[in-house]
């Protein structure tokens, strides 16, 4: 069975301030990791994904594999970061699995 | 382009009352899900499509039955609603197992 657990139901930043969110997971097998975001009143939308390597709105995210953890991180948060976000995992059997999702407050 | 397409937007039921909530796409994906959101529970999936002519179940089908019309369209069912269903169901599609999902904007559903 695969799983994903965020241990964080809130998280409160000030303006400028790094910011990590974590995530951990359980999988039999090499899996692929997102973090999906949810800005008020819009659809959930991807933020970004292991296998892209790449750096989205300042997000990274480092996939270890010893600790089976995918967290997401931001040198400095902006007010425009607050959102709810969600890690999620893709195995060999195409069900995608969502965690408890973070929702994070910036405050000025 | 539409992307995914969800109907109706918001829907109070009375328990027992049976109704089946819509989903369609138009990026021509192959795998389609549906899930709901619960506060503090997160996205949980219900039931899931690989591809046409396929379905799973996924972490809570109790209660819920789908139904992959085609292609396009993965359609969700409550057979008899409880209040236990209250909830905010979302519709996913994507192109493979380890590809960007899209999501519909979602199905308010209250029952009293």
């Known amino acids: 069975a695969q799983r994903v657990t965020q241990p964080e139901k809130l998280l409160s930043v000030f303006k400028g301030a790094p910011v990590e969110l974590k995530c951990n997971y359980s999988?039999?097998?090499?899996?692929?990791l997102f973090w999906y975001v949810q800005y008020s009143r819009q659809r959930l939308q991807l933020l970004l994904r292991?296998?892209s390597r790449e750096s989205i709105k300042g997000f990274t995210a480092d996939l270890n594999k010893g600790e089976t953890s995918f967290h997401l991180k931001k040198p400095f948060a902006q007010e425009e970061d607050s959102a709810m976000y969600y890690c999620?995992?893709?195995?060999?059997?195409?069900?995608?699995?969502f965690g408890a999702g973070t929702t994070v407050t910036v405050r000025a | 382009n539409a992307g995914v397409t969800q109907t109706p937007k918001f829907q109070v039921l009375k328990t027992g009352q049976s109704m089946t909530l819509q989903c369609a796409q138009d990026?021509?994906?192959?795998?389609m899900y549906w899930y709901r959101q619960d506060p503090g529970m997160g996205l949980r999936l219900i039931y899931y499509?690989?591809?046409?002519?396929?379905?799973d179940k996924g972490e809570v089908p109790n209660g819920y039955n789908v139904s992959r019309l085609n292609k396009r369209e993965f359609s969700l069912r409550l057979e008899s609603a409880a209040p236990s269903q209250t909830s905010v169901y979302f519709c996913?599609?994507?192109?493979?197992?380890?590809?960007?999902?899209?999501f519909g904007q979602g199905t308010r559903l209250t029952v009293v």
């Open positions: 999620a995992l893709s195995g060999h059997d195409y069900k995608l699995s």
């Open positions: 292991h296998i």
């Open positions: 999988y039999s097998g090499s899996p692929e």
């Open positions: 499509s690989a591809s046409e002519g396929t379905t």
């Open positions: 996913a599609s994507r192109t493979g197992q380890y590809t960007e999902a899209f």
């Open positions: 990026m021509n994906h192959n795998s």
